[in-house]
């Protein structure tokens, strides 16, 4: 039996302050039980400058120390780790693409997954616009990784309003889609819930959403209630505010029953390019 876990964070422009806060969350899963674990996106660096996650990725890029960190964790924990989002140097060494990297518990690298639709937004916030583009680089393929029990579609944040890109994951084989976030209070307010339940009731997959949560160092608030949804468009488990974590079983056979229940994927008379 699977345990699928998401952890919400209120992350901060420090590293090792957020890696403690991961590693504390993590102590508290069974070491008996296999664990897929989502943490939000910036998990590492959040809450500072844009510009900063740019400097994250410069000094750590020769040293893949992000990466390294990561892979670490899913060792000691024995865990399958979604790991957010990370900021990786370009090639041009200009911009960083915001990066989710799945490990496995032995810390093998399974997959990347560079976030393609970058927000660059107004919103009637704090902030008031976000230009996501001037500092990042828009992946270009959507990405699968295969687990020893599922396969898992990944994405990002802004991603989920997209059903393009999650019908895409669908058609490659995901059982399971994850969503690692900072959503804002507003938009979250407003459209998380029931994005969430749209991507996982379309293409019949579990979601698992993990959620930045709070006031951040630059003053910008995140609406956390990071939820993991059946494929019947359940919300079977979900926080609402502060740090810490939410877990439920997979369960292949509900995934199956409702496959075969409502064949959708058979009846779709539309057909998807996958890239």
Same mark, same amino acid.
């Given at each position: 039996?699977?345990?699928?876990? &998401?952890?919400?964070?209120?992350?901060?422009?420090?590293?090792?302050?957020?890696?403690?806060?991961?590693?504390?969350?993590?102590?508290?899963?069974?070491?008996?039980?296999?664990?897929?674990?989502?943490?939000?996106?910036?998990?590492?660096?959040?809450?500072?400058?844009?510009?900063?996650?740019?400097?994250?990725? !410069?000094?750590?890029?020769? $040293?893949?120390?992000?990466?390294?960190?990561?892979?670490?964790?899913?060792?000691?924990?024995? &865990?399958?780790?979604?790991?957010?989002?990370?900021?990786?140097?370009?090639?041009?060494?200009?911009?960083?693409?915001?990066?989710?990297?799945?490990?496995?518990?032995?810390?093998?690298?399974?997959? =990347?997954?560079?976030?393609?639709?970058?927000?660059?937004?107004?919103?009637?916030d704090s902030e008031k616009n976000y230009r996501e583009s001037r500092y990042t680089q828009a992946g270009k393929k959507?990405?699968?990784?295969?687990? /020893?029990?599922?396969?898992?579609?990944? /994405?990002?944040?802004?991603?989920? =309003?997209?059903?393009?890109?999650?019908?895409?994951?669908?058609?490659?084989?995901?059982?399971?889609?994850?969503?690692?976030?900072?959503?804002?209070?507003?938009?979250?307010?407003?459209?998380?819930?029931?994005?969430?339940?749209? =991507?996982?009731? !379309?293409?019949?997959?579990?979601?698992?959403?993990?959620?930045?949560?709070?006031?951040?160092?630059?003053?910008?608030?995140?609406?956390?209630?990071?939820?993991?949804? /059946?494929?019947?468009?359940?919300?079977?488990?979900?926080?609402? &505010?502060?740090?810490?974590?939410?877990?439920? +079983?997979?369960?292949?056979?509900?995934?199956?029953?409702?496959?075969?229940?409502?064949?959708?994927?058979?009846?779709? $008379?539309?057909?998807?390019?996958? +890239?």
């Open positions: 039996m699977v345990n699928l876990v &998401a952890i919400q964070l209120c992350s901060v422009p420090d590293v090792e302050a957020n890696l403690a806060t991961i590693e504390h969350q993590l102590s508290a899963l069974p070491y008996d039980e296999q664990h897929l674990v989502v943490l939000p996106e910036c998990c590492l660096f959040f809450g500072g400058k844009d510009a900063e996650q740019l400097s994250l990725a !410069e000094k750590t890029h020769h $040293q893949a120390d992000l990466i390294s960190t990561l892979s670490a964790l899913a060792v000691k924990y024995s &865990a399958y780790i979604v790991a957010g989002s990370i900021p990786l140097l370009t090639e041009d060494k200009n911009q960083f693409t915001n990066s989710c990297c799945v490990f496995s518990p032995t810390g093998e690298q399974l997959a =990347r997954y560079d976030k393609i639709h970058l927000f660059d937004v107004n919103v009637d959507t990405i699968l990784a295969k687990t /020893s029990f599922a396969d898992v579609g990944l /994405s990002i944040c802004y991603d989920l =309003r997209f059903p393009e890109l999650y019908r895409s994951l669908r058609v490659k084989g995901a059982d399971i889609i994850t969503v690692p976030s900072a959503f804002t209070q507003v938009t979250g307010a407003a459209h998380w819930q029931a994005l969430l339940q749209a =991507r996982a009731i !379309e293409n019949q997959v579990y979601i698992i959403a993990a959620a930045q949560q709070g006031i951040h160092v630059n003053g910008r608030e995140t609406w956390g209630h990071s939820m993991i949804i /059946s494929p019947w468009g359940e919300i079977l488990t979900s926080l609402a &505010a502060g740090v810490g974590l939410i877990s439920t +079983k997979y369960l292949p056979e509900k995934l199956a029953q409702v496959r075969s229940s409502m064949p959708v994927f058979e009846h779709n $008379q539309f057909k998807v390019n996958l +890239k």
